[in-house]
C-alpha cells in the first residue's frame, strides 16, 4: 500500500496544502454567505433555508412543526412517525430506503419522544448529527492550536452548506461519516491499522452506498479484507433485521431493497436541489433545448463514474489511498440519479481527511494541480453556503449548476488521463 506523503504533517500553512486553500475561501464565502442571509429574505420573501434547502411545509413537516414550536424537521419527523406507525418499516406509504440499523437508532429516539418529550428526542438527535459530522475535525486537528481547530470547525463544518441542511432535515446519513473518517486514518497507521475493515463494514451497514471504499482494498489487492469487510456489514444488518422484527425478517429484506430500487429510479426536477451527474445531464439538456430520455442521462452518469473506477483501479498499489477516497467518495452522491443535497456531507470526510494527511494539490489532482484546482473549485462551491436566489422560480443558481461543475471536473481527471496515454 502508498502511504507515503509528499509533505509533512506540520505543513498546513503551506498554500499547496488542499485544506489550506479550500479553508481560507470558504472563510471568503462565508462572509458574502452571511450579507446574503440577512438579503435573500427581504427580496425574494421566502425563509433562507427555502431557497437553499428543502420548501419549508413538505409532507414530512407538520406534525414536528406544531410539536416544536421551532422549525420542520422533516426527516426526523418522517422516521418518527414510522416507527410510531406500527406498519412496516419498509412496506408502507412512506419512502423508506434506510437500512435496519439507522432504525434502530430511530427506536431510541423515537421511545424518547414518546416517554419525555418530541423536543427533548430532538435535540438529543441534532446532536448526534453534530457530532458526527465534528469529530473527524476533532481528530484530524487534535495537534493543532484551539484558535485554528475553532476556525476550521466553525468555517468549513458549521458554515457549510450540507451541514446546514443535514440539520435543517435532521437527516441521518452523516451518523456514517466518523467510521468513513477512521477507516482512511487507519489505513494511514492514525489509528491501529487492524481496525480498518471493521470501520468500513459499520460504514457499509449505516449507508450501503459506503461499499465504494471496497475499491480501497482492491486497489491494494486486499481480498480476504474485502470477504471479512462484506461478511461483517451483511452480518450487521442481518442482526438488525432480525432484531427489527424476528418473524419478517426475509419479507423486510426484500421491502428494502424494493425501496432503495425505487427510491432512486428517476431524476427529480430541478428543486429541491439533486447532486447527481444525471441532473446536471438533465439540466444541460433543458438549458440548450436538447432532447434525451432520463435512462440515456442516466446511463451516462454511471459511465463517467465506472470509467474513473476503472482507471483508477486498473493497477495496483499505483495511487495512495487517500486519491482513490478522495476521488470516489463524491459518487456516492453523483451516480444515484435522486441524490439530495444532505448526501453532499461526505465532502466533510474528504477535508477532514486532506486535513490528517496534509494533502496536497497535486496528490488530489493525481499529479496535476490544475486538476487539484478544479476539485477544489467543485468542492467550495458544493460546500459553500452563498445563495443567489436568481434562477426560474427563485432557485439557488449555485446549487443548480454544482452538479455540472462536478461533471466538468471528473471530465478534466478522464481527459487528463487520456492525454498522458496518448503522449507516451
Known amino acids: 500500500m502508498k502511504t507515503e506523503l509528499s509533505n509533512s504533517e506540520n505543513s498546513l500553512d503551506e498554500k499547496n496544502v488542499f485544506s489550506f486553500q479550500l479553508r481560507n475561501v470558504l472563510i471568503i464565502l462565508s462572509g458574502f454567505a452571511i450579507f446574503l442571509m440577512f438579503l435573500v429574505p427581504q427580496i425574494t420573501g421566502l425563509k433562507i433555508a427555502e431557497v437553499s434547502s428543502f420548501y419549508a411545509e413538505d409532507s414530512h413537516c407538520v406534525e414536528v412543526t406544531v410539536l416544536t414550536k421551532i422549525h420542520c424537521f422533516g426527516d426526523f419527523g418522517y422516521a418518527i412517525e414510522i416507527v410510531r406507525s406500527g406498519k412496516s418499516v419498509w412496506n408502507n406509504d412512506f419512502s423508506n430506503p434506510y437500512p435496519p440499523l439507522n432504525f434502530q437508532l430511530y427506536l431510541f429516539f423515537s421511545y424518547i419522544a414518546w416517554k419525555i418529550g418530541y423536543l427533548f428526542s430532538l435535540v438529543l438527535y441534532l446532536i448526534s448529527l453534530i457530532a458526527a459530522m465534528t469529530i473527524p475535525f476533532l481528530h484530524a486537528l487534535k495537534k493543532e492550536k484551539p484558535a485554528q481547530k475553532i476556525l476550521v470547525i466553525s468555517t468549513c463544518v458549521f458554515a457549510s452548506l450540507p451541514f446546514l441542511i443535514v440539520l435543517d432535515r435532521g437527516n441521518n446519513n452523516v451518523w456514517s461519516l466518523p467510521f468513513i473518517y477512521f477507516f482512511i486514518a487507519a489505513r ?48 450487521l444488518s442481518i442482526l438488525s433485521f432480525i432484531a427489527w422484527d424476528f418473524s419478517n425478517t426475509f419479507s423486510n429484506m426484500k421491502d428494502q431493497i424494493s425501496q432503495i430500487i425505487r427510491y432512486s429510479s428517476g431524476i427529480p426536477g430541478i428543486w429541491p436541489p439533486s447532486l447527481s451527474f444525471s441532473r446536471g445531464l438533465k439540466t444541460i439538456t433543458e438549458i440548450f433545448n436538447v432532447g434525451a430520455s ?128 496518448d503522449e507516451k
Open 294 to 421: 432520463d435512462w440515456v442521462l442516466k446511463n451516462l452518469g454511471y459511465a463517467i463514474g465506472a470509467i474513473l473506477i476503472m482507471k483508477l483501479l486498473i493497477l495496483k498499489n499505483k495511487y495512495q489511498d487517500s486519491q482513490i477516497l478522495i476521488l470516489t467518495l463524491p459518487l456516492i452522491f453523483l451516480l444515484p440519479a435522486l441524490s439530495w443535497y444532505y448526501y453532499a456531507s461526505i465532502l466533510l470526510v474528504i477535508l477532514a481527511t486532506t486535513f490528517l494527511l496534509g494533502t496536497t494539490l497535486e496528490e488530489v489532482g493525481l499529479g496535476s494541480k490544475k486538476r487539484g484546482y478544479l476539485f477544489l473549485t467543485a468542492m467550495v462551491v458544493t460546500m459553500s453556503p452563498i445563495c443567489l436566489p436568481i434562477w426560474e422560480g427563485q432557485y439557488n443558481v449555485i446549487q443548480v449548476f454544482v452538479p455540472i461543475i462536478w461533471i466538468l471536473t471528473y471530465l478534466a481527471f478522464l481527459i487528463g488521463w487520456q492525454k498522458k496515454i
Open 188 to 235: 494511514y497507521d492514525k489509528i491501529p491499522k487492524r481496525f480498518d475493515f471493521v470501520f468500513a463494514a459499520l460504514a457499509i451497514a449505516f449507508r450501503p452506498q459506503n461499499l465504494i471504499l471496497i475499491a480501497i482494498f482492491y486497489s491494494n489487492r486486499e481480498f480476504r479484507k474485502i470477504v471479512k469487510t462484506l461478511s461483517l456489514s451483511c452480518l
